[in-house]
């Protein structure tokens, strides 16, 4: 065999990440409830905005998003100096390994944790170290006991995807307490917007007030602009400083910069979006559970179904994709026995429940 170029070490360990299906057979309805993706959809303001700029595709945006991190910055009460835009929080959170991790070093995740991670650490040539979960929920005792000094970061998603549990801050600042300062903690906040906790905090005052955290956030859930890819993250000024000096100099398109400051400034139509899933999420959880299903408590916009068996997790998929209800199989995740289900519209949140009642019926 002729020689070829050779990826570097690690990167062929890699498993590639596989997004929900969206698809469903010829002659059902699709109810997509695989992605988390908001039923309501964006706000009419930004698509508006995205629409105005067809007639200007022909010229580079702005590199620094300067208007959208105003916009970030004057709607979370934040420092625009210390927000960094992207293409998702998923390029961001790659930047982040990419500037911080090298051969050597370890980075720590939690065992359900976003599986953008892994791929991201390895990626940078570091070693991915996993912490066990507790009842599907991130522990901070399980985080310390892997810690090493060899630890250059943490990513803990808050709320995590695909449990949808959390950590309260009490936990996180715990956690933070026993990291050494040259550690960077990756706060993961993509579901934060639905969070409804007294007990909560996405980020904002440990970023605020530490050297060596960085909070993450995206537009592609709450704010219904996933098509776009952008997202933002808060950093203390020197990582914002290295995250600027590696990112791509136009990394954030001109129609996502307009989109997004509409978004932002669209407060009715995030509301609207929050209460939708604040209604269906509890009921959705509590009618499944009627039917005897495991429904692992949740504070985002989807919730986690468990089966008794990987095999009944799979029968039910296709069972349901019959229906054109498409779910999230998260056996990538170890959570072979699991589905995922997002929060879709009344409709698709009613056929859901009825399809699951008559797949049990009929399994039985």
């Avoid at 803990?156 to 549990?165: D, R």
Wanted: with cysteine; hydrophobic share 45%.
């Amino acid at each position: 065999m002729s020689a070829i170029p050779k990826p570097q070490p690690g990167i062929l360990d890699i498993s590639a990440y596989v997004p929900g299906k969206s698809s469903a057979p010829a002659g059902v309805r699709l109810h997509k409830l695989s992605s988390n993706e908001s039923p309501l959809g964006p706000s009419p303001a930004a698509m508006a905005a995205y629409g105005k700029q067809a007639v200007n595709l022909h010229l580079y945006p702005d590199g620094a998003a300067s208007k959208l991190r105003d916009a970030i910055a004057a709607r979370y009460g934040l420092n625009a100096d210390r927000i960094v835009c992207g293409a998702g929080s998923d390029e961001l959170l790659e930047l982040l390994a990419r500037a911080y991790l090298g051969a050597g070093d370890e980075a720590v995740y939690t065992q359900y944790g976003f599986l953008v991670y892994p791929i991201a650490i390895k990626a940078s040539g570091a070693t991915p170290v996993v912490a066990m979960e507790v009842d599907n929920t991130a522990n901070v005792d399980e985080i310390i006991k892997v810690l090493s000094p060899r630890t250059r970061m943490v990513f803990l998603a808050n709320p995590n995807n695909p449990t949808g549990t959390y950590l309260p801050f009490d936990e996180v600042r715990r956690l933070h307490a026993e990291l050494s300062p040259d550690c960077l903690l990756v706060l993961d906040a993509a579901y934060a917007e639905y969070v409804k906790r007294n007990d909560y905090e996405a980020g904002v005052e440990l970023v605020g007030t530490m050297d060596n955290v960085v909070m993450t956030r995206t537009f592609s859930k709450a704010y219904a602009l996933a098509g776009l890819r952008l997202g933002w993250a808060y950093c203390p000024a020197h990582v914002a400083d290295v995250l600027n000096r590696i990112r791509g100099p136009f990394n954030v398109s001109l129609p996502a910069i307009a989109a997004g400051v509409a978004a932002v400034e669209d407060s009715a139509h995030l509301e609207r979006t929050v209460q939708h899933n604040e209604t269906w999420l509890p009921r959705v959880a509590e009618d499944i559970a009627r039917l005897g299903l495991k429904v692992t408590p949740s504070v985002g916009n989807f919730v986690l179904i468990s089966f008794d068996s990987p095999a009944t997790a799979g029968a039910a998929d296709a069972f349901l994709n019959s229906r054109g209800l498409v779910l999230r199989q998260v056996a990538a995740y170890g959570l072979a026995n699991a589905l995922r289900m997002s929060i879709g519209t009344e409709e698709a949140n009613v056929a859901a429940v009825a399809a699951l009642k008559d797949f049990l019926g009929q399994a039985g």
